[in-house]
């Protein structure tokens, strides 16, 4: 509530609600310090520290808090661990964002997939055709549900099992446009929705532009499929190339409006060029992740069995990496990994590492 509450005051972003929480010693405190603390904070208005002191801001955070816990939706704070590291970095993070669905932010490979809403038959293909590919890397394809490039991406991530997160422009109280509102709800099951804006907001189109720095702040890298040389995709490269993140590009026809802007970023030096999921996977250093299948000899691997296993097939790891990777929390995470090494599955090696046994070592 206190995080919702600090979101809702004016000229605070990010970067000032992280030195507030640390001043105060507590997110809590901070509508409690005296104006005078804030002091060390340079640059921050009168008008903030009054707002702090109105009791309306916590009224209108409590209500808020009451509606998101109703609608399942999660609160995650800008200085909280479950906030995407990859865009805690980034100098306009919001104070808060709200996430529905079960997958964390914080998983090893993200994607951002956009492009024009008036694509191409071309351009569907090519967006299907590279997460197909990309499937074998277990990667997360993060896209904002629109038209064209976007919603293919989505549907090609969840026809291919990859999970895929549709950041919005609106509050999660609503699906826009409705018309996907079918794989919006699919999208719940291994992904999530994520917005800045609170329930109650519409869409509005000067939400968009804020929308377009989520999908570039949360993941490793921004694909461009199709695109003017002027758009909403265009300034997701941009984002993406200011936050020090990887710029990929389609080519196509020379003759075609839409590849105008691919053309443009590589041309420019700020895309490298990719036809397929391998080139992107070579650009990121992505190595492919083998699978465990229930062999005979295992019958009764469970799905969290197998999720663990994938994540161990290529070298043993920290439980803190494991545990970045699991998407279902880190209590659930050692449930799972005591269970196996009870099973003979997996092993515990020095330094809280987990390895898998030698029993399964080579089945992929």
Known sequence: ????????????????ARKMVELAGGIERVFELNPRGFGEIKGIKTMVIESLQNDRVLDRARE??????????????????????RFARCPDAPVVLYKKGSIGLNGKRLLSIVGTRKCSA?????????????AEYNVIIVSGLAYGIDIAA????????????????????RIYPGVHAKE???????????SEFP?????????FPARNRIIAGISDATLVVESDVKGGSMLTADLASSYHRDVMAVPGSVFSEKSKGPHALVLALKGSLVTSGNDIAKLMSWQKVKSVEQVSLFPDLSKDDLEVLSMLQSNPMHIDQLSMEYDHGRGKLMQVLLSMEMRGLVKTMPGSRYAVSGALEGIH
């Open 1 to 16: 509530m206190y995080a919702i509450a600090l979101s809702m005051v004016q000229g605070v972003g990010g970067k000032t």
């Open 64 to 85: 808020e808090w009451k509606r998101v816990r109703k609608q399942g939706i999660d609160v995650l704070f800008v200085g909280d661990s479950n906030y995407p590291f």
């Open 122 to 134: 071309y351009g569907k293909e090519m967006t299907e055709k590279i997460v197909r590919e990309l």
């Open 154 to 173: 989505h549907r090609a991530a969840l026809k291919y099992e990859l999970p895929t997160i549709a950041c919005m422009a609106q509050g999660l109280d």
């Open 184 to 194: 919006a709800n699919q999208i719940l099951s291994e992904g999530c929705w994520l």
């Open 199 to 207: 329930t109650n907001h519409r869409p509005k189109r000067e939400h």
